[in-house]
Every structure is written in C-alpha cells, then in structure tokens.
C-alpha cells in the first residue's frame, strides 16, 4: 500500500510538471469553457441546463484520450520501462499510478467548471450533486480505461498524436454536447455511441440504466484490450 501511495504521489508531482498533462487536462478544457461558454448560452440560452455536463465531458475526453495516454508513451514506450524493470519496480504499479493520478486532475477540473459555470454564465447545478458525482467518476474511469488502450498501444508519440485526435474529435462532435445528438443521421449516432462521451453526456443529465450499460461494454472491451497490450509490454 505504501508503495501505491508513493507511486501516486510520486506521479502527481510528475504530472504538475508535464506541460502536456497540464495544457490537455487544464488550460485548454478552461480556455474552451471560457469561449464557449458564454457563446452556447447566448445564441442558445436552453444550454444552462446542461453547460455543466458539456464541458465536463469535453474536459474529461481531452484528458483521457489526449493528455494521459502521453504519460504512458512516456514511460512504455522509451527506455524508462528498462530502468524500472532493473530496479524491480512493477510495471503495473506506474500504469495504476499514472491512471489515478491523472482521475484526480480530472476530478478538480470538473469541480472548477461545476463552481465557474454558474458564477459566469449562470448554468444550472445538477439536481442531485452525489448523483453527478458518481456518474463523472463512472464515466472518468471508463474514458481513462479507453485511453490506456491508446497509451500502451501506440509505439510513439507522433503515432499517438495522430491516434488520440481520431478517437478525441468523433467523440465530441458526435456526444450531444454541441447539439443534440436527434439531428444526426441513425449511423452518425450509432457511431457517437462507441464512444464514452455520448453514454457520460446522457448519465450526467439523469441517472439511467441504458447509459450504465453502455460505458459497462466499452470498459469491458478497454480492459480486455488493456491486459492484452499488457502482456505485450511486460514480454
């Protein structure tokens, strides 16, 4: 346990300084909340209602699938592994730290959009904060899941890069938080559905069991292939 706990923290403070970590999981997400924010409730006054749900998710997806997986590159994918396996140190226990580490950046933003968003723009608070809560953590943890796929998977950066833009922008755009997910064609939707984004919009805005299952399958499927790449990374 001690060794978790020091792992742990032992990535936090690596994460404040990776200027990646901090631009994907903080200032972009907050520039983005700033921007828009004021322009979705102004042309589209209805969206105080879910301002706070739409830039939760589109901060959550960036730092999963963008800023996090950089992290693992970091480490599986350079001559770092060699130095923890020499000194006996688990892999596994860098893939853990590095996962909850990065849960808890993600958890501050969205506390920092659930304070901003209604001080600014006057957004609604969920009606149920516990409710909200359990249905970020969910969805955080399944949108981290999907993003160690792309973090062990990918063999650079520049690979990685190009990876994390294609699962990232499909994501959003197709979720519902820009507009709603009834004006797409059926396979548009279907395709929105892959992914956690449009399954952690609709948990956010009322606890369901449809949005349940479907982050259940795609964790399901993100571990699989996690412990695939896995034994991959551990030959």
């Known amino acids: 346990m001690k060794a978790v706990i020091y792992g742990t923290a032992l990535q936090w403070k690596l994460d404040l300084r990776s200027r990646a970590l901090l631009i994907t999981c903080y200032l972009v ?5 700033a921007l828009m ?25 960036m730092g999963a699938f963008i800023g996090m ?3 693992l590159v970091e480490i599986y994918g350079s001559d770092i592994k060699k130095l923890y396996r020499a000194g006996g140190i ?15 950046h993600l958890m501050i933003l969205s506390v920092i959009l659930l304070v901003a968003a209604p001080v600014f723009f006057g957004a609604s608070l969920p009606e149920s904060l516990p409710l909200f809560f ?8 399944v949108s981290l899941s999907l993003g160690a796929v792309l973090g062990l998977a990918a063999r650079n950066q520049s690979r990685l890069t190009m990876v994390s833009q294609l ?19 059926e ?10 984004a449009a399954w952690g919009y609709r948990l956010m805005q009322g606890f ?13 499927i993100a571990v699989l292939a996690c412990v695939l790449l896995w034994r991959r990374q551990a030959e």
Not at 29 to 33: D, S
Not at 94 to 104: K, M, N, P, T
């Open 29 to 33: 997400p907050l520039l983005f909340f």
């Open 37 to 61: 924010g004021g322009i979705f409730t102004s042309v589209m006054p209805e969206m105080k209602e879910t301002l706070i749900p739409s830039m939760t998710v589109m901060g959550v997806s």
């Open 69 to 71: 997986p950089t992290s």
């Open 90 to 104: 688990p892999l596994g226990l860098s893939l853990f730290a590095i996962l909850l580490s990065s849960f808890l």
């Open 134 to 141: 359990a249905a970020l953590s969910i969805f955080t943890v």
């Open 167 to 185: 699962f990232f922008l499909p994501s959003i755009m197709l979720s519902g938080i820009m507009f709603p997910q009834n004006l797409l064609p």
């Open 187 to 196: 396979p548009l939707i279907l395709l929105g559905n892959l992914f956690p």
């Open 208 to 220: 369901g069991i449809r949005p349940l299952l479907g982050l259940g399958a795609i964790l399901a």
